[in-house]
């Protein structure tokens, strides 16, 4: 099975509680906690992380077919959260709010929805996902 990313992120944390250094393909960022949990809150957590992922990827995918379309949207907010239930699955359930101007014509904007779940990253998200952790 072929990796979905030329190169491995790499992450790393030493003695500074929380913080981790994450390499990607063009260069590093960093990763912390809240003030709250101990952290120094220098970068994003992990959970903020994640739907950074679904937003970023959410927007460009609704940017990509809005002008592939040719239609005037200047621009697309999200508003993503989430919560967990403690049921015995522990389902998580991410709230993902889009918003267009008032300008966008309804039947556009139920097209877009459709269009929003079908970003990759949605669609990793409802996959059902292994994790092959390895010393």
Request: with cysteine; aromatic share 6%; proline share 5%.
């Amino acid at each position: 099975m072929e990796n979905a990313l030329e190169n491995d992120i790499v992450g790393h944390i030493g003695m500074q509680k929380y913080l981790c250094t994450i390499n990607w393909r063009n260069g590093q960022f960093i990763m912390d906690e809240p003030e709250k949990i101990e952290g120094k809150d220098l970068g994003p957590d992990p959970y903020t992380a994640l739907l950074a992922s679904l937003a970023s990827c959410t927007l460009s995918t609704l940017r990509m077919y809005i002008d592939r379309k040719g239609w005037d949207i200047p621009e697309i907010t999200i508003a993503l959260n989430f919560y967990q239930e403690s049921n015995p699955d522990l389902t998580t359930t991410i709230k993902r709010i889009i918003t267009f101007p008032v300008t966008v014509d309804e039947d556009i904007k139920k097209r877009l929805l459709i269009i929003a779940e079908k970003c990759p990253v949605s669609k990793l998200l409802k996959n059902n996902i292994v994790i092959n952790t390895l010393l």
